[in-house]
Every structure is written in structure tokens, then in C-alpha cells.
């Protein structure tokens, strides 16, 4: 039984891929002049700022998910972090907006999927040391990212019955076991990724990066 767990716990392969980046970030707000003077600039995205201490908070955030021992350069944070910008400034160019019927059908649908109702949603929350004003702002921000994905990622892929085929043949054992949907699904998670990527890098062309410094 999958609980999709309030702070992003187990998810379907599409929805994990969707909020990917979503989770590590895109909802960071923008600092002011009086942060950059304290702090210090690792890099200019466009017409967002990412500061120093951005980079360290996002640094523990990801040693805290991942394996503690497992070395992460901030240099490879910063990337990951100059494209959650990118993202999200393509998605205010795109002009992606969610809906108070939009956010109300995905409130329904986690309660649902989590089998609560809404007030023990909140009373978990408040558990956790979480607004629910927070969370639902997550849970929009969640519905935009997913929205551009099928409009601009998904949209782009197509999973055939030969890749299917070619998926039997290549993992035997494994794919006995999985219903073509399953395959498809699996399938769709690795494509997604790298189209993706691929737009990702197609956004960062197009856009003004200047990295400062990371000390």
C-alpha cells in the first residue's frame, strides 16, 4: 500500500520525476539587496540572485536525504540550483498558473491517497512543525511543475509497443512479472529525465548565467 507521505514520501515514477526538482527547491524566495550585501552572490540566473548561504542550506538539505557519507560538491549544487531558477523562470515566461479548482482537486486526491481527512492532514502538519498556508503552497507550486511537465516534457515522448518488446527481451526475468502499463511507466521515467535535461539545457542557452564564487 503507497502512502504518499505529507513531505513527499512515496509517489508514483511520473510524479516522482515531476517534482524532482520541485522538492529540492523551486520555491525559494527570491533574496533582497540587504541579503546579497551580508551574504555574498554564488550566482546570477536571469533576473534571479542565488545567494552563498542558498547553496549551503540546499547542500545540508540534500546530505540530510541522501547517504550522510556520501561527498557532494557545491559546485554540483549550484548547478542543480541555477536550473531550478532556470525552471521556474520558464514557467512565469510560459505563463503556467494553477487554479483554486486545480489546488482543491490535488488537496482532495492527497487526503485520499493518504486515507485522512483534512483535519488530520493539518493535525499532521502541525506535528511536523508545518503550515498548512505552507503546505498548500508547496502543493501548488507541486501542480504547476507537474503541469508544465505534461505540457512541455511529456508531450514530447512516445513510448511504442517496440519499446515495450525491446524492454522484455532485454530484462527477461523482470519484465514477467510487469504488466505492459508497468513497462510503459518505467520506461516513460528514464525519457522523461532525458527530455528533460535536454530542455533544461536548452533553457540555459538561451538565458544569462554568471556563476561569482562559492566561498
Known amino acids: 500500500d ?3 507521505g505529507l513531505n513527499g514520501g512515496t509517489m508514483s515514477m511520473r510524479v516522482q520525476i515531476c517534482l524532482m526538482i520541485i522538492l529540492l527547491g ?4 527570491a533574496p533582497s539587496y540587504a541579503d546579497e550585501v551580508v551574504d555574498g ?5 536571469g533576473g534571479d540572485i542565488i545567494l552563498l548561504s542558498e547553496v549551503k542550506t540546499a547542500e545540508t538539505m540534500r546530505r ?6 556520501k561527498h557532494l560538491s557545491q559546485g554540483d549544487i549550484l548547478d542543480d540550483l541555477i536550473n531550478e531558477h532556470l525552471v521556474k523562470q520558464e514557467m512565469d515566461r510560459l505563463k503556467i498558473e494553477v487554479s483554486p479548482q486545480e489546488l482543491d482537486h490535488a488537496l482532495r486526491m492527497v487526503l485520499m491517497q493518504n486515507h485522512m481527512t483534512l ?7 502541525t506535528q511536523d512543525g508545518i503550515a498548512f498556508d505552507n503546505y498548500k503552497q508547496d502543493l501548488s507550486d507541486r501542480v504547476r511543475f507537474m503541469k508544465f511537465m505534461r505540457q512541455y516534457v511529456y508531450s514530447k515522448i512516445d513510448v511504442t509497443d517496440k519499446d515495450i518488446e525491446m524492454h522484455r527481451r532485454r530484462y527477461p ?4 512479472e510487469q504488466t505492459d502499463d508497468e ?6 521515467e528514464l525519457k522523461s529525465k532525458e527530455t528533460f535535461d535536454a530542455y533544461v539545457k536548452e533553457i540555459r542557452e538561451r538565458t544569462y548565467v554568471e556563476i561569482k564564487k562559492l566561498s
Open 26 to 29: 523551486l520555491t525559494a524566495a
Open 64 to 69: 540530510d536525504r541522501l547517504n550522510p557519507k
Open 2 to 4: 503507497q502512502r504518499e
Open 41 to 45: 552572490v554564488a550566482a546570477i540566473v
Open 173 to 176: 526475468q523482470k519484465s514477467k
Open 183 to 188: 513497462i510503459r511507466d518505467e520506461i516513460l
Open 119 to 125: 483535519d488530520q492532514m493539518k493535525a499532521e502538519l
